[in-house]
């Protein structure tokens, strides 16, 4: 029920733009967020947005450079990525949750994930 788009291959210090369309019920109920995983990696969080979008939560590597958002009339959340660098390529996913505590600190209890797009960063 959630569909990823938008990875690509970006050189150096380029800009992609994900986007993740949700069908999970109440969207505007559940707590959004990205996650990434790179290869031989653990699955890292990126960043959580609230119901509302008021409010942003981000990992440290990815702060001040990307930006979570959602729009809940089109059931939809982004991450704008920005200052790309090597170490950000990964299989980028989707999440969705209606506990920020699951969403933040008990990934494997995530109700929804999407099917992950790959992001490649080249130096």
């Known amino acids: 029920q959630l569909q990823a788009c938008g990875g690509g291959l970006v050189q150096t210090g380029g800009s992609l733009r994900l986007s993740c369309a949700a069908s999970v019920g109440t969207f505007s109920s559940y707590f959004m967020a990205w996650f990434r995983q790179a290869p031989g990696k653990e699955r890292e969080f990126v960043a959580a947005?609230?119901?509302?979008?008021?409010?942003?939560w981000y990992g440290g590597s990815v702060k001040g450079r990307f930006t979570i958002s959602r729009d809940n009339a089109k059931n939809t959340v982004y991450l704008q990525m920005n200052s790309l660098k090597p170490e950000d390529t990964a299989v980028y996913y989707c999440?969705?949750?209606?506990?920020?505590?699951?969403?933040?600190?008990?990934?494997?209890?995530?109700?929804?994930w999407g099917q992950g797009t790959l992001v490649t960063v080249s130096s």
């Open positions: 947005v609230s119901w509302d979008g008021g409010l942003t």
């Open positions: 999440a969705a949750d209606p506990s920020l505590r699951t969403v933040m600190e008990v990934h494997n209890r995530i109700d929804y």
